[in-house]
């Protein structure tokens, strides 16, 4: 997997800035990525984070493999990943980025919950072997409610969209 099918190289000097300030230097790993996800193995669904800019966009992927406790029933002899996990990965990612923008983790005391999805559409399927990569690219952001445009691709195909709506709650009104 080439940087560029990641978005790294569309990060300029004021991106890499920006993420520096927050104490941030990609890829984010799967102990980085705890601190913004609440979720956890199995359902924790990104594995990286690749590229970043605060505020606008970020990238990321998941690996599909085929030990993933979902294929045991999704389907035995043909496994292939539900289309609400592909949506739920690109929320995660989303709220991911609602962090990252505010400059905060879940140690604050914030969660970003899934608060609705619209246009979406499944265009491929996608099995073991295969690796997801999600991109959040912020539309809006009015009053702890963010709304991204999120694809999935494999192989540079588009598997997924959808419009994604986010909300920032504080976890004592959870």
């Not at 104490?23 to 913004?36: F, T």
């Not at 963010?146 to 494999?154: D, G, L, Q």
């Amino acid at each position: 997997m080439s940087n560029s099918t990641l978005d790294y190289d569309l990060l300029n000097e004021s991106d890499l800035q920006a993420l520096a300030e927050r104490g941030l230097v990609m890829p984010l790993k799967y102990d980085q990525i705890k601190l913004y996800l609440p979720h956890r193995y199995p359902f924790m669904l990104i594995d990286r984070v690749t590229a970043c800019s605060p505020d606008n966009w970020i990238t990321g992927y998941k690996n599909i493999t085929a030990n993933e406790e979902l294929f045991n029933g999704h389907f035995p002899d043909n496994p292939i990943m539900p289309g609400v996990l592909m949506v739920e990965a690109m929320a995660q990612l989303a709220g991911i980025l609602g962090f990252i923008s505010a400059n905060q983790t879940s140690k604050d005391g914030y969660l970003y919950l899934f608060a609705g999805v619209d246009k979406v559409r499944f265009k491929r399927l996608v099995s073991t072997g295969d690796t997801l990569v999600l991109r959040a690219k912020t539309l809006m952001n009015k009053r702890e409610i963010y709304k991204f445009s999120c694809t999935a691709h494999v192989d540079g195909v588009l598997a997924c969209s959808a419009e994604i709506m986010i909300a920032r709650q504080k976890l004592t009104d959870v």
